[in-house]
């Protein structure tokens, strides 16, 4: 039998990852020690904090990895917290060698594709749409985060079914996962559901803050939920991450379709991209399967087509979602239609969208802002 080396165990926990950062625990110098007697190996890891709801994912992960490598005995792992200097070593690690908090999508090497889903109306499914699209990329092998932008009206949490909090790294934050994708909203900052009434300072800075203190990782996209209309978040956003392209969704109905295009006009301003228009709450299939336009139709392709005009370029209507009572009902149980019911008709419509924005690929480098901007 062959004796039980460090660099065995060390090579076992290489292969687990801390969940909230995506890395392996070895590179996140939380392995604080291994002890070998005989055939059995004492593992000591670092948690980031005291109290990390992390804690038992990652020491039965630990344990069952430490206890694949052969010959091994009796497997201990037990945890231990990180001094501040650690911690700080840790964060400036991830940052990439910079102490200073930066918005990593805003930099020109960035390879996110930020979708930044807005509508005129309010209530025509934008939040809907935006995790739905989330996990139904998350599901197809994608890094995806939600930033839940809707300061007045934040809802991604429990459209994801997630109750768990953020966690602290310093002023580094760790966000939660659901679904595969992790999120940040404003409600997991306020006291149950307190109304929160920000000025538009403030409500810059709480973006600003969701997009560089945050840790996301390398995300392939993130995806911002806006609350309706044109408003301040809207023009944060804008400066904040002016390459973020705007998703702009719209009901069938024409009046919807005429703000929805006045919000999709505010990226002449901002010179933004419209990335396309999503009609939701389209046709309605009925159990015979006659469909009836509960909204009117051809709101998204006027949208689309208006977008196209103004814009000077082509803004593709990316697709029609049904109205379906399941998927309303998926949403407030935080189980999104995209992944529950991929095959619904709702789910497949999501589905089909979420292929065209991972096959969209034209560099948007070089794009200018209009707007003075203050990163
Ligand atoms: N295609 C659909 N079929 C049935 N119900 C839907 C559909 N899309 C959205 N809904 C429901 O409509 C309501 C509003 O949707 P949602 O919250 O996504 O809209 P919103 O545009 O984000 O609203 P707000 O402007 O308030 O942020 C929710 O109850 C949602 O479940
Ligand atoms: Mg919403």
Redesign the pocket.
């Known amino acids: 039998m062959s004796a039980i080396t460090e660099s065995a165990v060390r090579s076992a926990l290489s292969r687990v990852e801390d969940p909230e950062i995506g890395k392996p625990l070895t590179e996140l110098g939380m392995v604080k020690s291994i002890d070998i007697t005989g055939s059995d190996v004492d593992v000591v890891l670092y948690l980031t904090i005291a109290g990390c709801p992390m804690k038992s994912t990652i020491t039965s992960n630990a344990q069952a990895a430490v206890e694949e490598i052969e010959g091994v005995g009796a497997v201990t792992v037990t945890t231990d917290v990180m001094s501040d200097e650690q911690r700080r070593e840790l964060r400036m690690s991830l940052r990439g060698g910079v102490d200073e908090p930066t918005i990593p999508f805003a930099q020109p090497d960035s390879t996110t594709r930020v979708y930044a889903v807005a ?1 005129g ?10 995790v739905n699209l989330a996990v139904a990329l998350a599901a197809r092998g994608f890094k995806v985060g939600v930033l839940d932008a ?1 300061i007045y ?1 934040h ?1 991604v949490p429990g ?1 994801l079914g997630s109750d768990q909090h953020p966690t602290a790294v310093d002023d580094m934050i760790m966000p939660p996962i659901a679904h595969g994708v992790k999120l940040i909203s404003i409600g997991h900052f306020v006291d149950g559901n307190a109304p929160v009434v920000w000025r538009g300072p403030m409500l810059h800075r709480a973006i600003q803050q969701f997009l560089a203190d945050v840790f996301w990782g390398d995300l392939d996209f993130l995806f911002m ?1 806006l ?2 209309g044109t408003g301040d978040v809207a023009i944060s956003v804008a400066q904040l991450v002016p390459n973020a392209e705007l998703l702009i ?1 719209t009901t069938p109905q024409a009046a919807a379709a005429e703000v929805a295009e006045r919000a999709g006009s505010i990226t002449q301003q901002t010179r933004q991209r419209v990335a396309g228009v999503i009609e ?3 046709a ?1 299939v009925l159990p015979d399967g006659s469909t009836l336009d509960v909204f009117g139709s051809g709101g998204g392709q006027h949208v689309a087509d208006r977008l196209s005009v103004l814009t000077g370029g082509k803004v593709p209507l990316l697709g029609q ?5 399941a ?2 009902v998926h ?2 149980d935080g189980t999104p239609i995209a992944v529950s019911e991929p095959d619904s008709p ?1 789910g497949k419509a999501v589905g089909e969208i979420a292929a065209q924005l991972m096959t969209r690929r034209d560099s948007l480098a070089g794009k200018s802002l209009g707007l003075g901007v203050n990163r």
């Open positions: 509508s109306k309010g209530g025509v499914g934008k939040s809907s749409m935006t809707d009206g809802s459209l939920d609350p309706p969704v939701n709450m389209a309605m979602i049904p109205l379906d009572p998927l309303r949403g407030d709702a």
